[in-house]
């Protein structure tokens, strides 16, 4: 070899060294690159030796576990030992299985940390095989799913709890509807006795007249009595002494007016008993517990038994004028329908002040039925339009006005797929109106 050759090997050994090392630094990049980041992800990748038993983790290993830096041993058995007792056997079944026929390797575990504190893993893995199909190595990607877990958890309990909150919000809904009713009920229970006690009254008076009468009928039946037995026994001194005997009473009791009378009477306290019989059915049939029955009605034949309820409330200072017409049956909850018309009844009684009228106007248009309920009495400021229907809104004395009559009729139609608007200007009527779908509410609703 000659100088020149010498030379030239030199230059080519120096110039093969270079390219080494130069690979071997743009290597250290990479590999420094890879590990940065491997670190900045939340994964932790890594790299498992079949033959040595060893992992290679890129990531945090140590920290995630609860170990100083280096303190987890980097073998299979260390990460095997960690895993959950309960979890391990399919971890190590389900690597096998792709390790043999290369079925995909996605597991979910939990790992058991150094101070006891469980961890929920999701792990991804490829194998890596020689020219044999011996696999060799296997890499990987696991992820600490444990907070997403937490919050998912937290997540589910929260949603039990609004559900159950929920629940909770709809009884007392429930509840607070009834107990509006009946504290209207009761705001009526004085004009209710009243209009009870008004036929109760003239019908015991009409008792009182009938036994009066009837004593003076019993009088006349025994002297009757008398002047047969008197005629059969031929004693006619004794037939003519009970003759004028009757003709008296007769005529000191007015007969004719008292046979009169005693009709007059009977029907009137027919009449009083009826509507006794007829406040009570509608007491009844208002107040039931039925907000869980869905029924087929008659929204005017509601209007009507509601008005007899309300009856005393309005009969001195509004003149009602009705026009119903006619109106399909719907499937609605009757009882509490019979609220809401009692509510917008009471509310343009107790807007009229000395005298007033209220038209009542029900109409089928349409797929809808429409009720109106006008009056001629205050009126409505529009400053008060926007808090008409919020809960305990009222400008009535306690006593009067509990401000919920509106936002609960709001909650019933809405219930019934309905709308309520009300329209109210100076000089004008104020007319509440309820327009509900034909269809009504479904079976199932539930109040
Ligand atoms: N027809 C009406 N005319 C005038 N104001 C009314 C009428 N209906 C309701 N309001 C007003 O709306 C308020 C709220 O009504 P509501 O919710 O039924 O509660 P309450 O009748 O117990 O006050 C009433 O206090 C009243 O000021
Ligand atoms: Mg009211």
Redesign the pocket.
Known sequence: MDNADEKKEGFQDGQYRRQLEERAAELRISEERFRIAAQSVSDLIWDWDVSSGRVEWFGDIDGMLGFQPGGFPRTMDAWENTIHPEDCERVKKARRQHLLDCQPFSVKYRMIGRDGTVFHWIDRGTGVWNETGEAVRMIGAATDITKPMLADDALRKNMKELGELNRRIKENQAQLIQSEKMA?LGQLAAGIAHEINNPVGFVRSNLGTLSGYVGILKRLMDLHICFVQAVQAGDAGRQSALMKEIDDLAKSEDLAFILDDVDVLLSQSIDGADRVKDIVQNLKSFARLDEAEVMEADLNECIESTLKIVWNELKYKCRVEKKLGKLPMIRCYPGQLNQVFM??L???A??ISEKGDIIIETEAVGQEIVIR???T????LPE?FP??????????PVG??????????YGIVKKHNGTIQ?E?APGKL?T?TIRLPLDGVAEEVKP
Request: proline share 5%; glycine share 12%.
């Open positions: 209207s509510n917008l009471v509310n343009a107790q807007a309920i006008s009056d009495g205050a009126g409505i008060q808090k008409l229907f919020t809960p305990f809104y009222t400008t009535k009067k006005g509990t401000g919920l009559g509106l936002p609960i009729s009300v109210s104020t509440f």
